[in-house]
């Protein structure tokens, strides 16, 4: 009798399922222009132009800060903050 129980709901959880998954989410609504395609390539030329949009191979430049410290001062650093970490979790 438990068997035939799971076995009936596990058919309705399948059924229900598959009911529920033909229907797309959200509604699919066709997409209809009000522009032509001249249109739309002459807005992108006006944006391009006065700076709205980056035209292609374009990405922001990250400049590196300026160091004024020699590679030996940066490693003495790099040891004395690893010393004092040791320390810290050492428990001293």
Request: glycine share 4%; hydrophobic share 45%.
């Given at each position: 009798m438990n068997i035939k129980?799971?076995?009936?709901?596990?058919?309705?959880?399948a059924a229900a399922g598959a009911a529920l998954a033909e229907a797309p989410y959200p509604p699919e609504t066709p997409f209809h222009s009000t522009q032509t395609r001249a249109d739309v390539k002459a807005e992108l030329q006006r944006a391009?132009?006065?700076?709205?949009?980056?035209?292609?191979?374009?990405?922001?430049?990250?400049?590196?800060?300026?160091?004024?410290?020699s590679r030996a001062q940066v490693q003495e650093q790099v040891q004395q903050a690893s010393g004092k970490q040791d320390s810290l979790y050492s428990g001293a």
């Open positions: 129980n799971i076995v009936v709901a596990a058919s309705l959880l391009r132009a006065n700076g709205e949009i980056a035209s292609r191979n374009e990405y922001p430049i990250v400049r590196q800060p300026v160091s004024h410290l």
